[in-house]
Nanobody, 122 residues
Framework: QVQLVESGGGLVQAGESLRLSCAAS????????MGWFRQAPGKEREFVAH????????RYADFVKGRFTISRDNAKNTIYLQMNSLRSEDTAVYYC???????????????WGQGTQVTVSS
């Protein structure tokens, strides 16, 4: 397993941007696919995006397509989530997670960070 720490959350206005980072420990980071999930108050955790271990495969939830971009830098043991054109409905705690192969369901992921709060005011 890897240990994950998210950062970069904050309070922004609708239409603005944020970039989340997720730093991983461990020499095996480059072998893991990674995902971003989010959880809003009173709602279940939902898939946002995932990226394969090499970065060659990226998938997004429909509600973020064209606005969010997932990327990774294996030399820095870090993945990113660039979030543009933020909306109030994007308000949530955002989590990164590691998995052996890219997956859409949170139950498939092995390791999780503690989350970072993103709040978008309208």
């Amino acid at each position: 397993q890897v240990q994950l720490v998210e950062s970069g959350g904050g309070l922004v206005q609708a239409g603005e941007s944020l970039r989340l980072s997720c730093a991983a420990s461990g020499r095996t980071f480059g072998t893991y696919a990674m995902g971003w999930f989010r959880q809003a108050p009173g709602k279940e955790r939902e898939f946002v995006a995932h990226i394969s271990s090499s970065g060659g495969i990226r998938r997004y939830a429909d509600f973020v397509k064209g606005r969010f971009t997932i990327s990774r830098d294996n030399a820095k043991n870090t993945i990113y989530l660039q979030m543009n054109s933020l909306r109030s409905e994007d308000t949530a705690v955002y989590y990164c997670a590691a998995v052996t192969v890219p997956a859409y369901y949170s139950r498939n992921y092995d390791s999780w960070g503690q989350g970072t709060q993103v709040t978008v005011s309208s």
